[in-house]
Structure formats: structure tokens, C-alpha cells
């Protein structure tokens, strides 16, 4: 049988980290995961997933993820039960998270929404940095990195290949 589950979606609280009486962390948070599809007044709406992560994933989860941070859950589904102080039992459905993903970089929703830090001091169009392979630079026809527009152009010379060099 397979139980397999992965998801992708917005913390909707900080994560909670507790210790077991043996010392192993364990964290819960709730995911909100949006649905592929929008009801019938043309909303999107979402749902509500109950995580769990133990050790030292979960004081990863504790320690950079807070409420709004885009994240990646892969795991399984995992139900148990409690009788509740009116002697109800209570069935809960959890995802029992054996990898969080961060899906944004540290720091990314305290700055107006760029999700992209500027570490690399890259330019507007290029803000990772490195070359801007897409611009010109000077009046040349050549990029920055010294490579021409289009490697396949044309130049108008016939294409020398022999028959060896064909694949079929």
C-alpha cells in the first residue's frame, strides 16, 4: 500500500515546538493549501492541513518558518483518536511530515513582497546577479559574456557535416 503525501502552501500560525518527556522535538503548524479550482461565485478557496515534523526538522520548522512562509510538505497521513473531557472521541487526520521544504528565502516577506534577495548585486532585470545574457552591451552585437545572439544563426555559409557525423 502506499501512503504518500506532498504538499505545497502557507503556514497559517508560527509553529508550535514542544519536547517529548525523552528530549525529541516535535513541531505542529497548519498549511493552507489552495485548491486547483474556484467554487461557484469564482473564489479560491483552500485547505487546512494539520502537520507534524519531529527532531531536528521540527526545530528547523520552529526556528525559520513563521506564519505566511510558503512551504513544502512531503509525508503521510497519519489518524489516531482521544476520548475529550465530555468522554466524545475525537478522530484527528494529520500529515506527518518527513521533509520541509523552505520555499522562500529567509527574510523574503519582510521586504514588501520581492521574493528574491539581492545578495549577488544584480540588476533589476537580473536580480540574482551574474551575467545578463538577455541585454547588449555596447553597440557590438555582443553579449556581456562575449557569446554572439544566436549561437544558430545562419551566417550564410553551408553547414559542412559528413555522413559519419549523422546519427542515423
Known amino acids: 500500500m502506499l501512503n504518500r503525501v506532498v504538499l505545497v502552501g502557507r503556514l497559517t500560525r508560527d509553529p508550535e515546538l514542544?519536547?517529548?518527556?525523552?528530549?525529541?522535538?516535535?513541531a505542529n503548524f497548519t498549511l493552507a493549501v489552495n485548491r486547483p479550482f474556484s467554487n461557484q461565485q469564482g473564489e479560491r478557496e483552500a485547505d487546512f492541513?494539520?502537520?507534524?515534523?519531529?527532531?531536528?526538522?521540527?526545530?528547523?520548522?520552529?526556528?525559520?518558518?513563521?506564519?505566511?512562509?510558503?512551504?513544502?510538505?512531503?509525508?503521510?497521513?497519519?489518524t489516531?483518536?482521544?476520548?475529550?473531557?465530555?468522554?466524545?472521541?475525537?478522530?484527528?487526520?494529520?500529515v506527518m511530515a518527513e521533509?520541509?521544504?523552505?520555499?522562500?528565502?529567509r527574510g523574503s516577506q519582510s521586504q514588501g513582497g520581492s521574493n528574491v534577495d539581492n545578495f549577488g548585486g544584480g540588476s533589476p532585470n537580473n536580480?540574482?546577479?551574474?551575467?545578463?545574457?538577455?541585454?547588449?552591451?555596447?553597440g557590438s552585437g555582443r553579449q556581456s559574456g562575449g557569446f554572439s545572439e544566436d549561437p544558430f544563426a545562419n551566417d550564410g555559409k553551408p553547414?559542412?557535416?559528413?555522413?559519419?557525423?549523422l546519427p542515423f
Do not use: H
Open 99 to 105: 521533509s520541509v521544504q523552505f520555499l522562500e528565502p
Open 49 to 78: 492541513i494539520n502537520c507534524v515534523v519531529w527532531r531536528k526538522q521540527a526545530e528547523n520548522v520552529a526556528n525559520y518558518l513563521k506564519k505566511g512562509s510558503l512551504a513544502g510538505v512531503d509525508g503521510r497521513i497519519q
Open 80 to 94: 489516531r483518536s482521544y476520548d475529550n473531557n465530555e468522554g466524545r472521541r475525537v478522530f484527528v487526520t494529520e
Open 18 to 26: 514542544r519536547y517529548t518527556p525523552n528530549g525529541v522535538a516535535v
Open 127 to 138: 536580480p540574482m546577479g551574474g551575467n545578463d545574457f538577455g541585454q547588449q552591451s555596447g
Open 159 to 165: 553547414i559542412d557535416i559528413s555522413d559519419d557525423d
